[in-house]
């Protein structure tokens, strides 16, 4: 018990947690956007649009996000000069946010599109049949239902999403989670076990609730037939 | 089925697990730590290894008594060195391995065969940085874990920017693109640097600290220290420790450290 | 599928309409183009710094000795971290997703507190913890240990999930009839049950070996030499990371590929052995945890007759792991179990059912069926 309490005392464990958090949450939004763009692009009439966003899935579902966050600091950064920032440690957030955000999207699409599955054929027919376009039938119709019906694969996203934050490591983030916790190793090496049940629980405290709220919702906003 | 299927899956498991602890202790072998990914000082290259470090540790093998075909090269890590030796997985290691008071704790030492000191490596056409407190505003690389970098921070250039990096060519890489203007570490290491980038980086030759480089061997031995030291003695004197010097940072400028340099190998022998 | 699915959501097209697809199609095609050429002019003359398409930094990433050095040693060890993971997760998913079956309160207590902590902590967070304990603790190659470890942990508890809903998605006789033989629950749950939601779950465990696969390169921040750790490495000599880590990236991509393609073709063969529905859930790996839209996923990939209206009752609810509890209850509440032919009664708006005697053909069919052994011709 001691140990804990020197270990919090000694670091600041919270501020870890919510350089994680914020990591997470503006990744999501990002990939939120970005998939909800994507998964538009699969279902559109537009073959190229269509090849171009399953390509697009294919290559970010089949890649290593540590070698996604790698190029974001040595390939986006340092040759196509993708910059954010002048300070580090604000661009190598940003960068992480953004490799974070390029790879959940192939997931988010992934779920919405197993969303779209739910959406019963007779939808589609009927909002045809009314003469709403392509664009008004997928915004007005078939989304909206999707969205309540891929829930639960989102909210698996947003668990997975958070859990891969720590990977930021690799693109030079230095104040998150898994950084923090090799320093404190590094130098209390006495008492390994006690730190790593600390941010172990973090993250179990932060992930129960998330899935917890998402069995909630999937069974609230489930569309019933 | 079901039961040859599990069968045949532990069989599996059997033939990794021992693959991977991967027990060589034929008799007759030496087996040396280096690092392996570091040019310039050990670093793998058409199936063998070279650098600075691995000629001083084949030098310490010959005068051990050993042929170069029996020597097992290990990897050690900068953060598993201290386990390796204590488990005796090697015999020594020789891999930019600092004598401090904090590891002669739990290791021993033998040399030092070499003084490295911490300095800065910049592009060629690099003018304004000449020293450590030329670094207010710029940006410095340096590897995750390495506390070089903060050293730099505290005692001479507040406002210099940090970005970590797994390992140093990735430094050297951000380097040349621009994004960092300096990196640092031991002398050594960078020249090692400089030599494998084509004359397009340079290290400044101006070390602001000295790390003694000595050879890691298992705590209390001693009678082996002793062996290391007269090996590196000769190695000194027959002028072979001046040449690896000179070979392994070809294409640079570099010179050690002249104060420190060749150190004195007394350590480790009571 | 993405035609499938395309063709829901818009006519036939005309000519007005044709002209339009084709007109946006070549805007995006040429839109897409032009961003592709614009990186590479970018990284052909980058404002400061060398051109990154010169042969002179990709030889050193291509030749042979690149490969046999660096690539094929660094894959190999990825790939023996990732069998070793993978038979180790199989274990350990077969252990705790058992065990969360068990009658015994205390066991299914343990192994559901064991699984929820394993898929709820990083696993990269595992790998560092390990890789220090095991440093610290002197074991040879901790590094390894703790890549192989880690993965075993995270992944096994989600074998121990897909157990779990295997056993669940088993249609009820089979633990009806084993019960009627007069086995135990346990004995009904480990020789007629675990063994066929085993074969229902390989297809899913190779896509997890898909997340193993990728996970390993995690591995490369606690030194471990993997493909991605080599690949750095051999950039370190020639400052050509960038370049060497193009040809990890595709090595990862082609193995990923190959083993998704090979989830696809799982199925068919591994159907023959069970009763349990063994074809892939239609989404990414990640909804292997999925907890509650299996239904409803399942409810989308049932065929509507005719194209017309959806049905009444739906194939049974499959075990997820939202509801597991209730699986039974719920697919009794639905009434309908696609293996049991007796409970697709069709019903009116008024809930009663269409014919008088719903069960009438049914045994008439069923009769000269059963009459017949089957096999002698």
């Given at each position: 018990?001691?140990?804990?309490?020197?270990?919090?005392?000694?670091?600041?464990?919270?501020?870890?947690?919510?350089?994680?958090?914020?990591?997470?949450?503006?990744?999501?939004?990002?990939?939120?956007?970005?998939?909800?763009?994507?998964?538009?692009?699969?279902?559109?009439?537009?073959?190229?649009?269509?090849?171009?966003?399953?390509?697009?899935?294919?290559?970010?579902?089949?890649?290593?996000?540590?070698?996604?966050?790698?190029?974001?600091?040595?390939?986006?950064?340092?040759?196509?000069?993708?910059?954010?920032?002048?300070?580090?440690?604000?661009?190598?957030?940003?960068?992480?946010?953004?490799?974070?955000?390029?790879?959940?999207?192939?997931?988010?699409?992934?779920?919405?599109?197993?969303?779209?599955?739910?959406?019963?054929?007779?939808?589609?027919?009927?909002?045809?049949?009314?003469?709403?376009?392509?664009?008004?039938?997928?915004?007005?119709?078939?989304?909206?239902?999707?969205?309540?019906?891929?829930?639960?694969?989102?909210?698996?996203?947003?668990?997975?999403?958070?859990?891969?934050?720590?990977?930021?490591?690799?693109?030079?983030?230095?104040?998150?989670?898994?950084?923090?916790?090799?320093?404190?190793?590094?130098?209390?090496?006495?008492?390994?076990?006690?730190?790593?049940?600390?941010?172990?629980?973090?993250?179990?405290?932060?992930?129960?609730?998330?899935?917890?709220?998402?069995?909630?919702?999937?069974?609230?906003?489930?569309?019933?037939? | 089925?079901?039961?040859?299927?599990?069968?045949?899956?532990?069989?599996?498991?059997?033939?990794?697990?021992?693959?991977?602890?991967?027990?060589?202790?034929?008799?007759?072998?030496?087996?040396?730590?280096?690092?392996?990914?570091?040019?310039?000082?050990?670093?793998?290259?058409?199936?063998?290894?070279?650098?600075?470090?691995?000629?001083?540790?084949?030098?310490?093998?010959?005068?051990?008594?050993?042929?170069?075909?029996?020597?097992?090269?290990?990897?050690?890590?900068?953060?598993?060195?201290?386990?390796?030796?204590?488990?005796?997985?090697?015999?020594?290691?020789?891999?930019?391995?600092?004598?401090?008071?904090?590891?002669?704790?739990?290791?021993?030492?033998?040399?030092?065969?070499?003084?490295?000191?911490?300095?800065?490596?910049?592009?060629?056409?690099?003018?304004?940085?000449?020293?450590?407190?030329?670094?207010?505003?710029?940006?410095?690389?340096?590897?995750?874990?390495?506390?070089?970098?903060?050293?730099?921070?505290?005692?001479?250039?507040?406002?210099?920017?940090?970005?970590?990096?797994?390992?140093?060519?990735?430094?050297?890489?951000?380097?040349?693109?621009?994004?960092?203007?300096?990196?640092?570490?031991?002398?050594?290491?960078?020249?090692?640097?400089?030599?494998?980038?084509?004359?397009?980086?340079?290290?400044?030759?101006?070390?602001?600290?000295?790390e003694y480089y000595g050879v890691g061997i298992k705590k209390g031995d001693t009678q082996l220290a002793t062996k290391i030291n007269n090996a590196?003695?000769?190695?000194?004197?027959?002028?072979?420790?001046?040449?690896?010097?000179?070979?392994?940072?070809?294409?640079?400028?570099?010179?050690?450290?002249?104060?420190?340099?060749?150190?004195?190998?007394?350590?480790?022998?009571? | 599928?993405?035609?499938?699915?395309?063709?829901?959501?818009?006519?036939?097209?005309?000519?007005?309409?044709?002209?339009?697809?084709?007109?946006?199609?070549?805007?995006?095609?040429?839109?897409?183009?032009?961003?592709?050429?614009?990186?590479?002019?970018?990284?052909?003359?980058?404002?400061?710094?060398?051109?990154?398409?010169?042969?002179?930094?990709?030889?050193?990433?291509?030749?042979?000795?690149?490969?046999?050095?660096?690539?094929?040693?660094?894959?190999?060890?990825?790939?023996?971290?990732?069998?070793?993971?993978?038979?180790?997760?199989?274990?350990?998913?077969?252990?705790?997703?058992?065990?969360?079956?068990?009658?015994?309160?205390?066991?299914?207590?343990?192994?559901?507190?064991?699984?929820?902590?394993?898929?709820?902590?990083?696993?990269?967070?595992?790998?560092?913890?390990?890789?220090?304990?095991?440093?610290?603790?002197?074991?040879?190659?901790?590094?390894?240990?703790?890549?192989?470890?880690?993965?075993?942990?995270?992944?096994?508890?989600?074998?121990?999930?897909?157990?779990?809903?295997?056993?669940?998605?088993?249609?009820?006789?089979?633990?009806?009839?084993?019960?009627?033989?007069?086995?135990?629950?346990?004995?009904?749950?480990?020789?007629?049950?675990?063994?066929?939601?085993?074969?229902?779950?390989?297809?899913?465990?190779?896509?997890?070996?898909?997340?193993?696969?990728?996970?390993?390169?995690?591995?490369?921040?606690?030194?471990?030499?993997?493909?991605?750790?080599?690949?750095?490495?051999?950039?370190?000599?020639?400052?050509?990371?960038?370049?060497?880590?193009?040809?990890?990236?595709?090595?990862?991509?082609?193995?990923?590929?190959?083993?998704?393609?090979?989830?696809?073709?799982?199925?068919?063969?591994?159907?023959?052995?069970?009763?349990?529905?063994?074809?892939?859930?239609?989404?990414?790996?990640?909804?292997?945890?999925?907890?509650?839209?299996?239904?409803?996923?399942?409810?989308?990939?049932?065929?509507?007759?005719?194209?017309?209206?959806?049905?009444?009752?739906?194939?049974?609810?499959?075990?997820?792991?939202?509801?597991?509890?209730?699986?039974?209850?719920?697919?009794?509440?639905?009434?309908?179990?696609?293996?049991?032919?007796?409970?697709?009664?069709?019903?009116?708006?008024?809930?009663?059912?269409?014919?008088?005697?719903?069960?009438?053909?049914?045994?008439?069919?069923?009769?000269?069926?059963?009459?017949?052994?089957?096999?002698?011709?």
């Open positions: 018990m001691e140990a804990f309490i020197s270990l919090f005392s000694q670091y600041n464990v919270p501020a870890a947690f919510l350089v994680n958090i914020e990591l997470t949450l503006w990744s999501a939004l990002f990939s939120t956007i970005l998939g909800v763009i994507l998964v538009m692009m699969r279902i559109s009439p537009v073959s190229s649009l269509r090849a171009v966003a399953g390509a697009y899935v294919e290559l970010f579902k089949n890649l290593p996000l540590t070698i996604i966050m790698v190029f974001m600091v040595l390939g986006a950064y340092a040759q196509l000069k993708l910059s954010f920032s002048d300070t580090f440690a604000t661009n190598f957030f940003w960068l992480a946010v953004t490799g974070l955000s390029l790879y959940t999207a192939a997931f988010v699409c992934e779920s919405l599109r197993s969303g779209i599955n739910t959406v019963p054929l007779g939808q589609a027919e009927a909002s045809r049949a009314l003469g709403l376009s392509f664009m008004q039938s997928a915004t007005q119709i078939i989304l909206p239902q999707a969205f309540r019906g891929s829930v639960a694969p989102l909210g698996n996203t947003l668990i997975a999403l958070l859990k891969n934050s720590t990977v930021a490591a690799a693109a030079s983030v230095a104040t998150e989670t898994s950084s923090l916790m090799s320093e404190m190793i590094e130098y209390r090496s006495d008492v390994i076990v006690p730190i790593f049940l600390i941010f172990a629980f973090g993250y179990v405290i932060l992930i129960i609730p998330i899935g917890m709220l998402t069995t909630y919702l999937s069974n609230k906003l489930a569309v019933r037939r | 089925m079901l039961r040859r299927a599990a069968a045949a899956i532990c069989a599996l498991a059997c033939v990794f697990a021992v693959s991977a602890c991967g027990a060589d202790d034929a008799d007759g072998k030496v087996r040396i730590g280096i690092k392996f990914d570091q040019p310039g000082l050990g670093f793998k290259k058409n199936g063998t290894y070279v650098g600075f470090d691995v000629d001083v540790a084949k030098y310490i093998a010959k005068k051990l008594g050993y042929s170069e075909d029996q020597i097992v090269w290990k990897e050690a890590p900068s953060k598993q060195r201290e386990a390796m030796l204590q488990n005796g997985d090697v015999d020594f290691i020789v891999a930019t391995y600092s004598i401090t008071d904090e590891r002669k704790k739990v290791v021993s030492f033998a040399g030092p065969y070499f003084v490295a000191g911490q300095d800065l490596l910049v592009r060629k056409d690099e003018t304004s940085i000449k020293g450590p407190e030329d670094l207010n505003g710029k940006r410095l690389c340096s590897v995750t874990g390495s506390t070089s970098a903060v050293t730099v921070k505290e005692k001479f250039a507040n406002e210099v920017q940090l970005m970590e990096q797994p390992g140093y060519a990735e430094c050297a890489t951000a380097l040349f693109s621009g994004i960092v203007d300096a990196v640092t570490t031991d002398d050594i290491i960078l020249a090692g640097l400089a030599s494998a980038s084509r004359g397009r980086l340079r290290v400044v030759g101006k070390p602001f600290t000295q590196i003695a000769d190695m000194i004197q027959d002028g072979s420790w001046k040449r690896a010097i000179a070979d392994n940072t070809k294409g640079t400028s570099y010179t050690p450290n002249a104060k420190y340099n060749p150190p004195e190998p007394t350590e480790g022998e009571k | 599928m993405a035609s499938n699915e395309s063709a829901v959501l818009f006519d036939q097209p005309g000519p007005k309409g044709r002209k339009t697809i084709r007109i946006v199609n070549w805007v995006a095609g040429i839109v897409f183009a032009i961003v592709l050429v614009l990186i590479l002019m970018r990284l052909h003359n980058p404002p400061d710094g060398e051109n990154q398409l010169s042969w002179e930094l990709w030889k050193p990433a291509l030749d042979g000795e690149a490969w046999t050095d660096f690539y094929l040693p660094g894959l190999w060890a990825t790939v023996r971290a990732t069998i070793l993971a993978v038979i180790g997760a199989v274990a350990f998913g077969l252990v705790f997703g058992i065990g969360r079956l068990l009658p015994s309160l205390i066991i299914r207590t343990v192994s559901g507190a064991i699984v929820e902590f394993a898929r709820a902590v990083p696993v990269l967070l595992l790998m560092i913890f390990f890789w220090r304990w095991f440093a610290f603790a002197g074991l040879p190659s901790p590094a390894y240990w703790a890549v192989v470890l880690a993965l075993v942990i995270y992944n096994g508890s989600v074998v121990a999930e897909l157990v779990r809903s295997g056993v669940g998605n088993l249609p009820n006789g089979q633990r009806e009839a084993s019960l009627a033989l007069g086995l135990t629950r346990t004995q009904s749950l480990m020789q007629i049950e675990v063994p066929q939601a085993i074969y229902a779950m390989l297809p899913a465990a190779v896509t997890q070996l898909v997340v193993v696969l990728k996970d390993t390169a995690l591995g490369s921040i606690i030194m471990y030499t993997d493909l991605l750790q080599e690949s750095r490495r051999l950039g370190s000599m020639y400052f050509n990371i960038l370049q060497t880590l193009v040809v990890a990236a595709v090595v990862y991509f082609i193995a990923c590929w190959l083993l998704s393609r090979l989830a696809e073709w799982l199925p068919e063969r591994m159907q023959r052995h069970t009763a349990a529905p063994a074809e892939p859930e239609p989404v990414a790996p990640i909804a292997i945890m999925d907890p509650s839209n299996v239904n409803q996923i399942a409810v989308a990939k049932e065929g509507v007759p005719l194209g017309g209206a959806q049905r009444l009752y739906h194939v049974h609810h499959r075990g997820t792991n939202a509801s597991i509890r209730h699986w039974r209850q719920t697919r009794y509440d639905q009434g309908y179990d696609e293996t049991h032919p007796e409970s697709q009664i069709k019903f009116d708006k008024n809930g009663r059912p269409l014919r008088e005697n719903p069960f009438g053909d049914l045994r008439k069919e069923g009769k000269p069926k059963g009459d017949k052994p089957k096999g002698s011709k």
